[in-house]
């Protein structure tokens, strides 16, 4: 689906800066800005290389401040924010942007039409901007591009500022590019250009302001090196490009890449294809299919993981198992499937899968409790989508064999089964659920002990077990498995259900019982075994849909809750105080569309109701991250979206929800 704005939209600053493009690499690398390039977050940039696929991830090109001048005055394209003060104001001849498969900027100056178009290589840390200029009327006696080059090298967390370390020399290679490399502990980066001529005054652009920092409570202003500008002649030539890499390139073709890569993203969606015409629903998955693969990278040792979110996410074990039947096993992607189950099973310790991979190579941290048990979901999926029995026997089985052994036995932070046969877990200080919330020492939502979906995941990992082990002709652990279950099955009944408010409890630490209104209670109901009677999943849907449904996902908290929320806004104390307490996530309206679908089998209107639920993230398509869906929104109206612009799981479970739900129940052969 093409997203189009025009100029009404693009000469509103406060308007365009809102909207954000991201165009991705495959490995963790990324460019992204506003649709009027003009930077409004430290994660923004040409060039964010994934030094250490995914991770990694150093910002080296900011950005490209350009002027087109025609008869020797100068006419601005780019857009830069400082304090109180907008220099240079090119949005103001912009008359389009158009995201299609990459960002497209059409400017209009005086007859003179511009065409830039942003895109990067798969598999490389290597972006490309092309110029296509035509003129409309007589060509101007002198008419030239002036692209002056901005460069950051640093961490993408980081920020730059004005320095005697950076080394202001550069080296041209004798194929006309040029290799930079301010600091010695980091990559050069080489760029390629076919510039007539080059202006080498260097100097710092100093105080450039980031709008989305201010907000979010951090230091929102920067300084960037530039090292040279190139000067095209656009009466020599009427394309241009400027293409920055962290390899050394010796032949160049920016048409033929431009072509490899419009050809590549075409068969992205793996021959699922939607006819959308105007249908909202369909329009919104086909697009949400065509971003997903932006999220499955490959790690450096070439197997594939999936990047949580964009743009400060890495690879997470728990995002990663939620995120993968929707990104992977839905679309038929099943050999991607299969390559993440192997290489988060080469990660196994202790019976757990690891949280998360940091970003320079230290240990992989294991602080989470759901995460193996999501792993064992993951594999079932795996299975009932690709029916691919043989890999489980022989990789897999042992694996999850391994998790559910460790979980009974105990294994880090408290994790075990208690007399009750059900799973306790937690240690001060330390986070382990999906709400895991930390400032400083303090851990904002700690559930210590029994959590619901914990427990819930817990009964679906022994259910799976017993399942594969009858398929695997293992009858006797099947039994035992089940026979486990079971027990679960009662302690869960009799330990979670608030027979008052006719609803589970969130979770049990001895005698404590909280009766706080989360949607940590529809993985009862929503996952493939549920131990809950029909009138107590339909109650556990409605209590949910009363209190935590908004158009956008599940509130984390009912507002009706004295600790609620309803602003995800201000600085890192206080964004992280209202992270899991009353913030929607978008992730959680997969889980309720499959709660609902189940509890009201049968029902006439359920597939009208879940059809439109799906709707308001079409509308969302052209907010925020354009074409894909935001990490998390405001628990208030007009539930504004925050957090990251591009999540995994986000999209992954608007995808798995369509096609389990909508899709699979009006095509009887899809599974």
Request: glycine residues 8%; proline residues 4%; neutral net charge.
């Amino acid at each position: 689906m093409m997203i189009v704005f025009n100029k009404d939209i693009c000469h509103d600053l406060s308007n365009a800066t809102e909207k954000e493009w991201l165009v991705t690499n495959g490995i963790g690398g990324y460019a992204s800005s506003t649709i009027i390039g003009a930077n409004t977050r430290r994660y923004h940039g040409l060039l964010m290389a994934a030094t250490r696929p995914p991770l990694g991830r150093t910002l080296l090109l900011s950005k490209l401040e350009e002027f087109l001048c025609i008869n020797g005055e100068e006419f601005p394209l780019s857009t830069n924010i400082y304090p109180n003060a907008i220099y240079p104001e090119g949005h103001k001849n912009l008359s389009q942007f158009c995201l299609n498969q990459f960002p497209t900027f059409e400017y209009s100056v005086k007859g003179i039409d511009i065409k830039k178009i942003v895109f990067m290589v798969h598999g490389e840390n290597t972006t490309v901007v092309l110029y296509q200029v035509n003129c409309r009327g007589e060509r101007p006696f002198a008419l030239t591009l002036k692209v002056r080059v901005m460069i950051a090298f640093r961490d993408y967390h980081g920020l730059t500022h004005e320095n005697q370390a950076c080394k202001t020399d550069y080296k041209i290679l004798t194929n006309g590019g040029v290799r930079l490399q301010p600091y010695e502990k980091l990559l050069p980066m080489y760029l390629f250009h076919n510039a007539q001529t080059m202006d080498h005054a260097s100097f710092w652009y100093k105080n450039m302001e980031y709008p989305r920092e201010n907000e979010r409570g951090l230091e929102s202003h920067e300084d960037y090196f530039s090292p040279f500008a190139l000067h095209f002649d656009l009466n020599k030539g009427i394309n241009c490009h400027v293409v920055a890499s962290t390899n050394e390139i010796n032949k160049l073709d920016v048409f033929e890449l431009l072509e490899k890569e419009t050809a590549l993203r075409e068969k992205e969606n793996r021959g699922l294809r939607l006819e959308s015409g105007g249908d909202k629903l369909l329009r919104l998955c086909e697009t949400l299919l065509s971003v997903s693969d932006s999220f499955i990278v490959k790690r450096e040792n070439d197997k594939r993981s999936i990047i949580a979110g964009y743009h400060w996410f890495g690879d997470w074990g728990r995002d990663t198992m939620i995120s993968l039947p929707g990104l992977t096993l839905v679309q038929g992607r099943f050999e991607d499937a299969r390559e993440i189950l192997l290489s988060f099973a080469q990660y196994i310790s202790k019976g757990m899968i690891p949280n998360r991979f940091p970003d320079y190579g230290e240990t992989p941290e294991y602080n989470t409790v759901d995460a193996s048990l999501w792993y064992v979901q993951a594999v079932y999926q795996y299975l009932r989508f690709a029916k691919d029995l043989n890999t489980i026997r022989k990789d897999l089985f042992g694996v999850l064999k391994e998790i559910v052994g460790h979980y009974q036995k105990g294994t880090r932070y408290n994790i075990h089964m208690d007399s009750d046969r059900l799973i306790c877990a937690g240690v001060a200080g330390v986070q382990l659920t999906w709400m895991d919330a930390k400032v400083g020492d303090w851990v904002v939502t700690p559930r210590i002990g029994k959590a619901v979906e914990i427990n819930a995941l817990w009964y679906n990992a022994l259910k799976i077990m017993s399942f594969l082990a009858r398929e695997m002709d293992l009858n006797n652990e099947s039994k035992d498995y089940n026979n486990l279950a079971q027990k679960v099955n009662k302690s869960f009944n009799d330990a979670f259900w608030f027979d008052e408010g006719q609803y589970l409890y969130d979770y049990i630490d001895g005698e404590m019982r909280s009766k706080a209104i989360r949607p940590n209670q529809v993985f009862a109901v929503s996952l493939p075994y549920s131990m809950l009677s029909k009138k107590r999943q339909r109650n556990v849907v409605e209590i949910v849909k009363e209190h935590l449904l908004t158009p956008y996902g599940l509130r984390s908290l009912s507002p009706k809750d004295n600790d609620y929320i309803g602003r995800y806004y201000g600085n890192v104390c206080e964004r992280d105080r209202a992270y899991h307490q009353g913030t929607v996530w978008a992730w959680l309206i997969g889980p309720y569309i499959s709660a609902y679908a189940k509890a009201y089998t049968g029902n006439k209107d359920a597939l009208k109701y879940i059809k439109g639920l799906f709707v308001p993230f079409y509308e969302h398509l052209f907010d925020a991250g354009l074409g894909t869906v935001s990490e998390i929104f405001d628990g208030d109206p007009p539930h504004t979206p925050r957090g990251c612009i591009s999540q995994a799981w986000s999209v992954a479970e608007i995808l798995r929800a369509y096609f389990e739900h909508v899709y699979g129940f009006e095509n009887e052969k899809y599974l």
